[in-house]
């Protein structure tokens, strides 16, 4: 497991806030419990829902859903895959330079309004990238569970993150300090 504290000294009893991690930081088999969790509001699957011009009923038309296997609306799966992914930008890729693909998304349990979602990654690879010297691509599984510990969600992604001293926000923070 790595040294990461999120935090970095900018002088004496003064920090500085660094999410994320550097290529270096990611070890393969860690596991990252990310927090907090989310409670998916009726609001937010109706907007998500409408703003992703999702027109199935089973998300917004209770009538309709009252009728289906699941007596109630579902909240849209990808907004679901957003907030998972969302909660675990912090610890896994605040300092991406760019999502190089998804893979095995699995939706195994309906997620509905009320129901408060939690995530954690586990590192399942990485490699130096070829072409990019300051770079390299780290591979990820989240996994998405609701408050009962049922997983919701499970997907793996792999994105191209910064070497340490190679980051957006290394510059930033160094103008910040001048």
Excluded at 3 to 13: A, H, I
Excluded at 69 to 76: D, P, R, S, T, Y
Excluded at 168 to 175: E, P
């Amino acid at each position: 497991m790595s040294d990461y504290t999120g935090v970095r000294k900018v002088g004496p009893q003064r920090y500085r806030e660094d999410p994320g991690r550097y290529f270096e930081d990611f070890q393969i088999g860690d596991v990252y419990e990310h927090w907090p969790g989310r409670t998916v509001s009726e609001t937010d699957n109706i907007w998500f829902t409408n703003l992703t011009m999702n027109t199935h009923p089973v998300h917004f038309d209770a009538n309709y859903a009252a009728q289906t296997e699941f007596g109630q609306c579902l909240v849209n799966s990808t907004l679901t895959l957003s907030l998972i992914v969302g909660m675990c930008v912090s610890g896994t890729s605040q300092k991406a330079i760019a999502n190089l693909g998804w893979e095995e998304i699995k939706i195994p349990a309906p997620v509905f309004v009320g129901d408060t979602l939690y995530a954690e990654s586990e590192v399942l690879d990485k490699r130096e990238s070829q072409s990019r010297p300051t770079q390299g691509i780290v591979r990820i599984r989240h996994v998405g569970k609701n408050q009962e510990g049922v997983i919701v969600m499970d997907m793996v992604r792999s994105f191209l993150i910064a070497k340490r001293g190679h980051s957006v926000v290394d510059a930033m923070i160094d103008k910040l300090q001048s």
